[in-house]
């Protein structure tokens, strides 16, 4: 074949073409941002969400690295990072602890920490590394502890424990970063000389001193995320050193969990949801593409019959087209990319505080602008086909003709002898383009489907069952990190300053304590097969159970929901009873499966003085659930207890497990609870520590004793925090108003689409009908019947689109939110149609003002002029 | 008795040296029930004085009077009422509501004024027309002669002062055109309804009472009722 160079003329066809449609091109550049901008916001939040996740759970486990080495020496450090098989090491050493008294509630950790372990444990620092030796980097949290502002250059002088001796340092800050409250604690950074000149020699020899000050963590990084345990293990052994604990040459070693468990749970999830949010995306921004193009397509039949008579190839009125579309691309995608990264980015931060009330990171992730225009220019071309092919395949006799309008319609009687109403002449004419019609239908419906489905479920949400699930009683004082899910018996007890402040407040009316034993674990008597938490229990008779044990004041067990058995206060006080708590599914239904004593059964609990692994036991068999010896066999008893003293309890009844009445942890084979009194009876001086104190407050003073809490426990005793019906309504309202948020700018966009679309049908419409107009109006139809009958175009297009979107609404109600709301304990599903309902006077307005504005501004010239322009 | 009336019109497009007088003082009348052509070549302004007699445009100077009625002087939306109720229009390419079926489109301008359609007229008129079977097809499955026949009844539907036809056989054959011009010809005697047809075919000019020559925006030949033969 003879290859002709007609590119040029094909491109400046081209150009003449895209320059005699201004109106057009600006419609279809809006779209083309539009679809950008939904795809790069997608995007954009996406990975900057995945990002948070994954940092957040390597930030739960340490940081990024693979694996690492632990208390290793310089030494050591230098033989076993030159192991081929790692890819990348950071290096960090342990310090030493700042002994400031403002920074007990925020323990800071010293360390120096090499330009890759930064890298790894996601410090971004604003400011500089230490490199001098009195300079230090602190943590956003600590800084504010210490009442500093966060700003590089300030000086800071801080008692830091080396274990053999304190010493007070003047330091100065060369940076700062922002500080994770999901730890407990935050680290500092110091530099290599402070290492040097305090901590000169020490950490060489863990093994036989345990001295870590002065020690290096290898954080190591292999080529890939596969066989991470294998690995490290042959990078210990091939150093020559063991990877047996206790021997002198063994070296302690630990593998990143957040790795191993990205199980694929929940992986197909989020895959189709991706799967579907690009779908909607592309479908919302081919419908107004497509429909764009379509109609310039048919508007320029001519020009392309034209070119087909003088000799221009199919292929090359593609190429024209594409051209064009790419053209329009060129301008609309970038404004696109960097609104729909905006978008992102504003979006992002709201959407992570309430997905994981953690920091949110922003993905700067190239992806995200390859992926937006790729999907962008998808959409864009997959919108130009048909269009394209019409106008290549159309022959040039029939260009002539062709007006896109009366072609499709093929309808070939009609049974009425009623006459010509006006309504029923608009009804007609939207059935003469019926795909251009149900595209616009679609497109204005989509928009609406979302928006329901997204008030929908907000209006599912159930305020009293998300209070109730997480508070059952008006107000629950702790320590803080209670209500981190961090509490541990051995301290932070509420103190008695706090409650009785409290209790002296006007509106209190009653409370009562929980307490937990102090540093004495009590175990339960039991025999059978048990399930609990993921592990199974074989017990044989005289075997024991942890046992996790409250003593709670009567105001308390007042409050318990007994699933089983009554509670009688009279009896229980008596200390020959307990009860038995049992947890509650997502749903709120307590699972009692899991009790594993009944009503009326009698157990014995026993202190335990010591406990620990059986000398058999290997490791934990996470198949087996069980603990297993060398050769992978469960072993029967693999704690091994001694025992203190013991007493029979009857159980009185169950109760449900709930936020407030317990640790917040769970993993114990049973909890009991007993009489504050008797729970002091396990304690030899009697101490027992107070873990939380329940309230109940009168509800017309609950603002002021809100307000008082509030003031407490971020002045008076900024360790002390509290929980009430108030906090928590607060955080329902926002989760509220987020989903609302997102979910509104999302349909807006959408719905701004759809709109276009209908005004780009309409419009082409009375375009493509100018001529008919001229003549009905030539025959007796006045401007004003004219317009009538626009009107009524536009509200049969409102009445298909609320059929449409109703349907939809529904549809989407009770296949997709209806099974979200059942399987969540905070969701009661009902169905609303309110927002498209009330979005009705709106599109009204909308579908009756723009067929006029069109109308207006399309047909200008007399009627002469409009019937001599088909002639 | 004139049913139509024109006085020294002029329609002028442009203005000054560049000025072009489609119509160069056209004045003539037609009686009640008279079947005229007017001829001309084409640029003679025939179209022009087509649309000034149905009010679809504005004369530059002089007055044209339907019915008694002078239609310079009615606004815009009064004049579409008029036409609807006092003017029928045949136009060359038939102008059919694609949408509407046959019955429905010849009863649209009596509808359009918001009247019940005088069903025996009607069916009438359909019958004569021969659009008996056809009365429920839609005007794209009709050939052009019958999509004109329907445009004739339309025309007449309404029981108009006036008929204007625009060269209603301009995209005919020739034995299609001799059925229309039959049917327009019967039409005007059956039902006394007056008639201006607009032509540059000599021969179908010749079917009229009266034959009026334009050439140059002026009348050279049969402005006056009764002033030329009959």
Not at chain 1, 321 to 332: K, N, T
């Amino acid at each position: 074949m003879l290859r002709v160079n007609n590119r040029k003329t094909v491109r400046r066809l081209a150009g003449k073409s895209y320059k005699s449609n201004e109106k057009r091109n600006r419609t279809a550049i809006i779209a083309i941002i539009l679809t950008t901008v939904l795809f790069s916001a997608f995007f954009t939040i996406g990975l900057s969400l995945a990002k948070s996740l994954e940092y957040n759970s390597m930030r739960l486990s340490g940081g990024m690295g693979h694996a690492s080495l632990k208390y290793l020496s310089d030494k050591q450090y230098d033989e076993l990072t030159k192991n081929p098989l790692i890819k990348k090491v950071g290096k960090s050493y342990f310090c030493g602890t700042m002994e400031d008294g403002v920074l007990i509630k925020r323990p800071v950790e010293l360390n120096y920490k090499n330009k890759e372990d930064i890298r790894q444990a996601f410090m971004e620092i604003n400011g500089e590394a230490p490199v001098e030796e009195n300079e230090l980097v602190l943590d956003s949290i600590a800084l504010d502890m210490l009442g500093l502002e966060h700003k590089a250059g300030q000086k800071i002088s801080l008692l830091v424990n080396f274990d053999d001796h304190t010493e007070q340092v003047e330091f100065t800050l060369s940076g700062w970063y922002e500080g994770d409250p999901v730890f407990n604690s935050s680290i500092g950074l110091v530099s290599e000389a402070f290492k040097n000149k305090y901590l000169a020699g020490r950490g060489q020899k863990y093994n036989q001193d345990y001295d870590a000050y002065g020690s290096c963590n290898a954080n190591i990084m292999f080529q890939n995320s596969s066989e991470i345990e294998e690995r490290i293990q042959q990078v210990i052994t091939e150093a020559g050193y063991s990877i047996e604990e206790g021997k002198e040459n063994s070296i302690a070693y630990g593998v990143n969990w957040s790795y191993i468990s990205t199980g694929t749970d929940g992986g197909r999830e989020t895959k189709i949801a991706v799967a579907a949010g690009l779908l909607l995306i592309m479908l919302t921004g081919y419908l107004i593409i497509y429909n764009i193009f379509q109609i310039s397509v048919i508007r320029d039949i001519r020009f392309y019959g034209l070119l087909k008579t003088i000799g221009t190839t199919g292929n090359q009125i593609r190429r024209i087209l594409i051209y064009q579309a790419l053209r329009m691309s060129v301008l609309g995608i970038p404004i696109g990319l960097v609104t729909g990264y905006g978008l992102g980015l504003i979006l992002t931060p709201i959407i992570a505080a309430e997905m994981y009330g953690k920091r949110a990171f922003l993905s700067r992730n190239p992806l995200i602008f390859a992926g937006a225009v790729l999907f962008s220019l998808i959409t864009v071309f997959i919108s130009c086909i048909k269009p394209a092919r019409i106008a290549s395949r159309i022959s040039p006799v029939e260009a002539v003709k062709y007006s896109g309008v009366e072609k499709s319609y093929l309808k070939k009687q009609k049974r009425t002898t009623h006459g010509a109403k006006l309504y029923k002449m608009a009804f007609s004419n939207l059935g003469r383009n019926k795909k251009r019609t149900v595209i616009a239908v679609i497109s204005m419906s989509l928009s609406l489907i979302l928006m329901n489905m997204v008030f929908c479920l907000s209006s599912s949400f159930d305020l009293n069952l998300f209070i109730k699930r997480f508070i059952d009683v008006d107000y629950q004082l702790a320590e803080a990190s209670y209500f981190n899910s961090d509490y541990s018996q051995d301290e932070d007890p509420v103190s008695d300053e706090f409650i009785k402040a409290f209790q002296s407040q006007q509106g209190f009316v009653d409370g009562g304590s929980i307490y937990t034993n102090y540093s004495k674990m009590l175990c339960v008597e039991a025999e059978g097969e048990f399930e609990q938490w993921g592990l199974h229990y074989s017990l044989q008779k005289g075997d024991v159970a942890e046992a996790e044990v409250y003593g709670m004041d009567s105001f308390v067990l007042d409050s318990l929901k007994m699933v089983e058995g009554e509670f009688d206060a009279e009896k229980f006080a008596t200390g020959k009873y307990v009860l038995l708590g049992v947890a509650t599914d997502d749903q709120g239904h307590p699972e009692m499966e899991t009790a594993c004593f009944h009503t009326g059964d009698n157990i014995k609990l026993k202190e335990c003085t010591k406990s620990e692994l059986a000398p058999e036991v290997e490791q934990y068999d996470m198949e087996k659930r069980a603990y297993v010896d060398k050769e992978g066999n469960v072993v029967r008893k693999p704690i091994l207890y001694e025992f203190g003293s013991e007493k029979e309890y009857e159980i009185m009844g169950i109760y449900e497990l709930s936020w407030t009445n317990m640790d917040r942890s769970y993993g114990s084979f049973a909890v009991f609870s007993m009489p504050t009194s008797e729970l002091q009876k396990w304690s030899e001086d009697g101490r027992i520590n107070r873990m939380s104190y329940l309230a109940e407050g009168e509800d017309e003073l609950e603002t002021q004793l809100d307000g008082f809490l509030e003031q407490y426990t971020s002045i008076v005793e900024p360790t002390m925090n509290y929980a009430s019906k108030k906090v928590y309504h607060a955080e329902f309202d926002q989760l509220k108003s987020i989903l609302v948020i997102v979910g509104s700018i999302l349909s807006g966009i959408i719905g701004f689409i759809g709109i276009l679309n209908f005004i780009n049908s309409v419009s082409t419409g009375i375009i493509a009908r100018k001529k008919e107009f001229a003549m009905l109006r030539s025959i007796g139809m006045t401007v004003k019947q004219l317009k009538k009958m626009l009107v009524y175009e536009g509200i049969y297009y409102l009445a298909f689109t609320i059929m449409f979107s109703v349907s939809g609404v529904l549809v989407t109600s009770f296949t997709m939110i209806r099974p979200l709301a059942d399987s969540l304990s905070f969701l009661i599903f009902k169905l609303t149609l309110a927002p498209v309902l009330l979005a009705v006077p709106v599109l009204a307005i909308i579908t009756g003002i723009i067929p006029l504005v069109s109308y207006r501004s399309n047909v200008k010239k007399t009627v002469v002029e409009l019937i001599r322009d088909g002639e | 008795m004139d049913i139509l009336v024109t006085k020294d019109l002029i329609k002028q497009y442009g203005k000054g040296e560049m000025a072009v007088h489609a119509l160069d003082g056209i004045s003539m009348n037609v009686e009640k029930g008279e079947f005229v052509s007017v001829v001309g070549t084409s640029g003679s302004g025939k179209s022009t004085l087509l649309h000034m007699l149905g009010g679809l445009d504005k004369a530059t100077s002089g007055y044209v009077e339907v019915d008694g009625k002078e239609l310079s002087k009615l606004s815009d939306d009064q004049l579409t009422i008029f036409r609807r109720r006092k003017i029928g229009f045949v136009f060359q390419n038939y102008n059919l509501v694609p949408v509407l079926n046959v019955y429905e489109n010849i009863v649209l301008p009596i509808e359009l004024d918001g009247n019940q359609p005088d069903k025996e007229y009607i069916e009438k008129i359909i019958e004569m027309l021969g659009l008996g079977k056809k009365v429920n097809n839609l005007p794209s499955q009709l050939s052009g002669g019958q999509q004109q026949r329907v445009a004739i009844a339309r025309a007449v539907a309404a029981k108009p002062a006036i008929v204007l036809a625009d060269e209603p056989t301009g995209n005919l054959d020739s034995k299609t055109s001799q059925d229309v011009l039959g049917m327009l010809k019967i039409t005007s005697e059956k039902f006394g309804q007056t008639i201006v047809m607009i032509t540059h075919n000599e021969e179908i000019a010749q079917l009229a009472d009266r034959i009026i020559r334009i050439e140059d925006g002026r009348i050279v030949k049969g402005g006056e009722a009764n002033a030329t033969g009959k």
